[in-house]
């Protein structure tokens, strides 16, 4: 059997790299990556060739003045940003902001990691069986952490969800390979910002902006990726659990956009929700949020976290009490990807089939 992934809102799963300001120049709204190595067999005999390399010891951005020419003679690739409104946004931004994180790719080309699915499916499975424990599993959780040495016991939820451990693990029925190299076209850059929620008053809320735009090189919107997908034993629960999980966040985050006032984000999460309803009437897979930026919501199984047992558990750990004192609901951010300079959509959404050989 093979799967097929495709990319609904754009989707990054990185290879880990990022382009750094002095790897890339920006020219004709494209991210032109420079091919270093023939650069420096072109200069190497050259007067200028010092300059060059002072260029690269010490500046933040290129100077495009005196070395634009190599956008057009010395590219490895040409990326165009996926609106032309960015080009003037790259070039108020700091050069800490301009590090562009890419897409996984090989010696033939790029490609979507089978482990990025894998966990994905992981987390809904998880997220099935703990909603169906409901308050049972709270009550064992506060038990739990009421132990000074809790923390030392994060496994256990876990390997309780059905999912057993190590060698009874029930992610072993099914493999999941690395998806075939797809082209060079299928990707964009584009720009994303962090929306966070402020409070007004006791129930009511305004959208503000953390002030730095990032830039992410990120599949488009209709990619297929396709790969091995091989089972032991009827797998079914994986696409139950991930239809289970995609219809929980799609509700929150539409009442996320509804608070902040994004009605662009708001239309796509209702497109996502229709297209859930026809993937489950079909029996055609499920919806999945793979990758960079989905944030704590897309990461962490439960999801929803406004049960105060939950709330509670999260005060005990340093990283996020700090948050939750505000009051706010939490978390108060999420990565806002843009489509046409317009902020529109969260990264990451694919909808996942498998299909005959």
Not at 143 to 161: D, K, L, V
Not at 203 to 231: H, I, Q
Request: glycine content about 8%; overall charge positive.
């Amino acid at each position: 059997m093979r799967y097929r992934a495709t990319i609904l809102t754009p989707t990054l799963v990185g290879d880990g790299q990022a382009l750094s300001p002095i790897d890339y120049m920006v020219w004709k709204d494209h991210v032109n990556v420079l091919d270093q190595g023939r650069i420096f067999a072109m200069m190497a005999k050259r007067p200028v060739f010092e300059g060059y390399l002072t260029q690269l010891r010490k500046a933040e951005k290129f100077d495009f003045q005196n070395w634009g020419g190599l956008a057009q003679s010395a590219a490895l690739r040409r990326i165009p940003f996926e609106s032309p409104a960015y080009s003037p946004v790259w070039d108020r931004a700091r050069a800490e902001d301009l590090f562009i994180p890419t897409f996984l790719k090989g010696p033939t080309g790029h490609y979507l990691a089978g482990s990025a699915i894998r966990g994905a499916l992981r987390t809904a499975v998880v997220h099935k069986h703990w909603m169906e424990r409901g308050e049972k599993l709270f009550e064992a959780w506060k038990q739990q952490f009421q132990n000074e040495r809790g923390y030392r016991y994060a496994a256990q939820p876990e390997e309780s969800a059905s999912m057993g451990s190590r060698g009874r693990d029930r992610m072993r029925m099914v493999a999941i390979g690395d998806s075939k190299t797809v082209p060079g076209e299928s990707f964009r850059i584009y720009l994303t910002r962090t929306a966070k929620l402020v409070k007004q008053s006791e129930s009511s809320y305004r959208l503000d902006w953390k002030p730095a735009p990032t830039f992410a090189e990120m599949a488009v919107p209709g990619t297929l990726f396709e790969g091995a997908w091989k089972e032991r034993g009827n797998v079914q629960f994986l696409a139950a659990s991930a239809n289970y999980w995609a219809a929980n966040q799609i509700r929150l985050q539409k009442q996320y956009a509804q608070r902040t006032g994004l009605p662009v984000l708001n239309q796509i999460l209702g497109e996502l929700e229709k297209r859930l309803e026809i993937i489950q009437g079909g029996n055609r897979g499920c919806l999945l949020q793979i990758g960079w930026g989905g944030g704590f919501t897309a990461k962490a199984a439960l999801g929803d976290t406004s049960h105060p047992s939950y709330r509670d558990i999260l005060r005990r750990m340093p990283f996020y009490s700090s948050a939750l004192a505000t009051g706010l609901p939490f978390p108060k951010t999420r990565r806002i990807v843009y489509l046409e300079n317009t902020p529109a959509a969260l990264p990451g959404w694919i909808h996942l089939e498998c299909l005959a050989s």
